[in-house]
């Protein structure tokens, strides 16, 4: 017989229980009638679990904000300008699972105006944008709560995260959509 367990945490609980440990112990047992006439005992097993420390992202809190005009399900991500470098600097973004926050997919760009500048510095993210499709079906990618990064790079260095958000990828249907903040 093989027994196999699986445990899973909300970030606000691996907050709380970070640090923290749980042991659990088993025993199993067959009885063949509840006279005791006939019983096996198994050995015992046991082991315990860690619950890593939280999670804390790098860089500026994006606030998700839904463009109204364009439909409930476009986003734009802010965050502060590189400022006295705007020109030379250069931005690229990031998805991750809330669940697997350092296993990151890069949301690609389709030409050199989509991704954010250096003068216009923000994130925006559409729900019918075939790379949200792309993220989905990745092998680290999938629906819920879901991570948006931001890197920069100034003339052309090392890149470094300076800001991060949050969204909500879903399935409707086939189609994947966008939502703004965590559910």
């Known amino acids: 017989m093989t027994l196999c367990v699986q445990t899973s945490m909300t970030s606000a609980n691996i907050a709380t229980y970070a640090g923290g440990s749980a042991d659990l112990g088993l025993r199993a047992r067959l009885e063949y009638a509840a006279s005791d006439a006939w019983r096996v005992s198994g ?23 839904c463009n ?27 998805f991750a699972r809330e669940a697997t926050p350092t296993t990151r997919v890069l949301y690609p760009r389709n030409n050199a105006g989509d991704a954010p500048n250096g003068w216009y510095p923000y994130v925006q993210l559409s729900w019918s944008d ?15 709560n879901s991570w948006v990064f931001v890197q920069q790079s100034v003339s052309g260095g090392a890149w470094t995260y300076v800001a991060y958000g949050k969204g909500r990828i879903v399935r409707e249907g086939n189609d994947p959509r966008l939502y703004c903040g965590w559910q």
């Open 130 to 144: 075939s790379r949200i499709a792309s993220y989905l079906n990745s092998a680290n990618g999938g629906v819920g």
């Open 43 to 65: 050995t015992a097993v046991a082991f315990t679990q860690t619950v890593s420390e939280a999670f804390t992202p790098t860089g500026t809190s994006m606030v998700p904000t």
């Open 68 to 94: 109204a005009s364009s439909g409930p399900w476009y986003i734009d991500m802010n965050f502060p300008p590189n400022v006295g470098q705007q020109a030379n600097t250069t931005y690229r973004a990031w």
